[in-house]
């Protein structure tokens, strides 16, 4: 194992956090012809959603593509997905992908009010500036330069909370507009929480930015120690200079654990090796659209290979493969540089997400516990 990184920005004792992409897309998670016993189906979801809040998971992402392509052929639209999946749990929040440019921001507004009273406080949004170029020009949208879709998510966002918060919403944006806008009834206000969690993706600078100055969750695609620290820093740095508390950090991995490393090293093997190698070079084409077309080339995807694009969102590069005892060591690692969250995805997602509860995620409460036992002590020495 590499050397644990140390870092003061942790959030201390607060535990760890768990996330799954929902699988609510043909094609499961990696874009490989190896066996992956996941089901993009209802059915199949529930019964994992249900799965995941009893073996330790707090949220559950539904991902979106409006449009067929890239291996991923078939699949549910989120917001809808997400409602089912609340009303099939008691605990699971769930958060839904949705593209600005594709949602007014008070059309959604509305959809987030009635499923947060239908779950009791679980509706979560994840807002995506938009990659695809293909997707908004097949309906007919104007295709935004990259720092524009990030302004125009960040209106949306502000847009968003005014509404959920305020009555008598009033906009003035370069996108969105409102004029005396209420909305009633609004999301449940609960002790954890004003308005339903808002979470964003990206890794580009103007995506930093804009997580300082707006959004409670800012989610990273796969990274190593390094380029987890970079971003913290940077977001932190963001919102500083706003004058409000920093997002937390979500971190996207995908999670290979085996009795032993050589077995989880050869499931990676073979996933790289059974690639659909067209459908990731046509990912790759359509995503030099986004990180690649960053002024400075800090976006998404701007140094991924092609093992790394197997996985959709870099998922290998965070490292979270191996026995249960390495991936509990390494995700306790990115804890202390602050990861307050792990947005996982699996091969076979039953087995897995099953195995995780049982054999990792007592490891991890395991090693934040001696953590916490020994602040104290280390404090007074």
């Not at 870092?7 to 043909?26: E, L």
């Not at 099939?88 to 949602?103: D, F, N, S, Y």
């Not at 996207?252 to 996933?271: H, K, Q, S, V, W």
């Not at 390495?326 to 990115?334: L, N, P, T, W």
């Amino acid at each position: 194992m590499p050397e644990t990184p140390v870092s003061s920005v942790s959030r201390g004792s607060d535990p760890v956090r768990f996330a799954y992409w929902v699988p609510n897309v043909s094609g499961g998670l990696v874009t490989s012809t190896i066996e992956q016993r996941t089901d993009w189906g209802y059915d199949y979801n529930r019964e994992l959603a249900v799965l995941a809040e009893n073996n330790g998971f707090d949220y559950a992402l539904s991902q979106v593509r409006y449009m067929a392509s890239y291996g991923a052929e078939y699949q549910h639209e989120s917001t809808s997905f997400s409602l089912a999946l609340l009303l099939a749990t008691q605990r699971l929040k769930v958060i839904a992908a949705v593209h600005p440019g594709l949602w007014h921001p008070g059309v959604l507004a509305k959809l987030g009010a009635t499923a947060d009273h239908l779950s009791n406080g679980r509706f979560a949004v994840n807002v995506v500036s938009g990659w695809f170029k293909g997707e908004f020009t097949a309906l007919g949208e104007p295709w935004l330069e990259h720092d524009e879709r990030y302004r125009r998510s960040e209106e949306f966002i502000r847009a968003l909370r005014k509404i959920w918060t305020e009555d008598h919403a009033a906009l003035a944006g370069d996108f969105y507009r409102l004029r005396d806008f209420s909305l009633k009834p609004k999301p449940l206000n609960t002790p954890d929480r004003p308005h339903p969690e808002i979470f964003q993706g990206g890794n580009s600078t103007a995506a930093r930015a804009m997580a300082g100055r707006v959004s409670d969750w800012y989610f990273s695609n796969g990274k190593d120690f390094d380029g987890v620290t970079e971003q913290i820093d940077d977001v932190r740095r963001s919102a500083a200079e706003a004058g409000r508390s920093a997002p937390k950090f979500g971190l996207n991995g995908f999670l290979i654990a085996r009795d032993t490393e050589a077995e989880a090293r050869e499931t990676l093997r073979e996933i790289v090796a059974k690639a659909d190698t067209q459908a990731v070079h046509g990912f790759r084409d359509a995503v030099q659209q986004a990180g690649p077309s960053t002024v400075d080339g800090k976006g998404m995807w701007q140094d991924s290979g092609f093992e790394d694009l197997v996985q959709y969102n870099d998922g290998f590069r965070t490292g979270l493969i191996g026995t249960p005892e390495q991936i509990a060591e390494r995700i306790v690692a990115y804890k202390r540089l602050g990861v307050d969250l792990f947005l996982l995805g699996f091969l076979h997602y039953l087995e897995e997400v099953e195995y995780f509860g049982k054999r990792v995620l007592p490891l991890v409460r395991e090693l934040e516990a001696q953590e916490a036992a020994s602040e104290p002590a280390a404090a007074h020495a």
